[in-house]
Structure formats: C-alpha cells, structure tokens
C-alpha cells in the first residue's frame, strides 16, 4: 500500500517562505520521478514541480520558477519542495505525487501519476 504524506503547509504573508515536505512509503522509492501540483479554490490542479529519482534533474512550471526548488533525500523517502517570494496567487492546496513508470527522467502532467498524497493548504496574504 503506497502512502504519501504531505507537512509544511500554512499561512505566511507575501515574500515569506515555506517548505513542504512529503514521505512515501514506497518500497522502491529511490527509483521513481515525484511531482508536485496545486490546486486552487474553483480552479484545476495544475502542475508545480517534478524531480527525477536521482534528483539530478528538475522542472517547473514558469509560475514559479526561480521562486521554488524540489530536492528529495532517497534515504528518508522524502521530497521537499522549498517556496520563497511566495504570492497571494501561490494560494491553493499542495499535493506530492509519486510515478511509476520505468522509463522517463520526469513528469509534467497528473495522468503520468499514480499515487497521491492528501494535500497541505499553502495561504499566503496579501
């Protein structure tokens, strides 16, 4: 059974910084791209984030980029996903995904993604 479990969320104010932690209890961890996405109230999840199994490569949607970095520690079966000059419209729920495909470096789309955690509620005012 895989599990995926996100912490960090919060509320901070515009220019402040959060990081958001997940851990899998996926066996094979250490072999597998990870994504994050958020999801913002009457809007679709879109894509944030995703890091490859070695952590070697990253990509992020042009919303944040320069602003967020992923990492992930293979020993702690654990991504992080470091947010800083957060904005009001980085506002939404955070959810960490893990993917199971055995060829590709990463992934930029949820269908490429099989299992999910429960999100963590980022707020940031204004």
């Known amino acids: 059974q895989v599990q995926l479990v996100e912490s960090g969320g919060g509320l901070v104010q515009a220019g402040g910084s959060l990081k958001l932690s997940c851990v899998a209890s996926?066996?094979?961890?250490?072999?597998?791209?990870m994504g994050w996405f958020r999801q913002a109230p009457g809007k679709e999840r879109e894509f944030v984030a995703t890091?490859?199994?070695?952590?070697?490569?990253?990509y992020y949607a042009d919303s944040v980029k320069g602003r967020f970095t992923a990492s992930r520690d293979n020993a702690e079966n654990t991504v992080h996903l470091q947010m800083n000059s957060l904005k009001p419209e980085d506002t939404a729920v955070y959810y960490c995904?893990?993917?199971?495909?055995?060829?590709?470096?990463?992934?930029?789309?949820?269908?490429?993604?099989?299992?999910w955690g429960q999100g963590t509620q980022v707020t940031v005012s204004s």
């Open positions: 995904a893990v993917s199971t495909r055995p060829t590709g470096t990463y992934f930029t789309t949820s269908y490429e993604y099989d299992y």
């Open positions: 996926v066996r094979t961890f250490s072999t597998l791209a």
């Open positions: 890091i490859s199994w070695d952590g070697e490569n990253t």
